[in-house]
């Protein structure tokens, strides 16, 4: 279900930047979000990291009440050498160079808008008569 919703999230990112041409705040506020680390990709790689971690959260301590547990006797109380044996949520967001990656099509469309500002630009300029 959550691979669903991922590719859901992904299609209407890349929906929303067709819109792109009409407006290059369009694209720049993809490619912004991505660089600062608030886009769907970073999101969805944040989901999944804490996933991971939360499983093996889950399997450490049911495993440790698996051992400890004596029949029906669900009352089990497990020392701090447990608590130490699981390492802390450590998370490492996706590098620039990824992000950038992910934006592709933005950083396209930003280009083209450059382009044609800058042959806007210089026709314009060729139009000037300074006499």
């Known amino acids: 279900h959550f691979s669903a919703l991922y590719d ?8 929303h930047l067709l819109a792109s041409p009409i407006s290059p705040l369009i694209a720049t506020r993809g ?14 790689h944040f989901s999944q990291a804490a996933e991971m971690y939360r499983r093996e959260f889950i399997n450490r301590t049911s495993d440790e009440v ?3 547990a004596k ?11 447990l608590w130490k044996s699981i390492s802390s949520f ?12 992910t934006q592709a099509l933005a950083i396209a469309v930003l280009l083209a808008w450059l ?3 800058v042959w806007f630009a210089r026709r314009s300029f060729a139009r000037l008569n300074f006499e």
């Not at 006797?73 to 050498?81: F, L």
């Open 31 to 44: 490619l912004s979000q991505s660089l600062a680390g608030t886009d769907v990709e970073h999101h969805i």
């Open 8 to 15: 859901n999230w992904r299609q209407q990112f890349q929906l």
């Open 66 to 68: 698996t051992a400890i």
């Open 115 to 117: 382009a044609a500002s």
């Open 90 to 101: 450590d998370y490492h967001s996706p590098s620039v160079g990824k992000a950038l990656r």
């Open 71 to 81: 029949g029906n006797d669900w009352n089990v109380k497990s020392g701090a050498d």
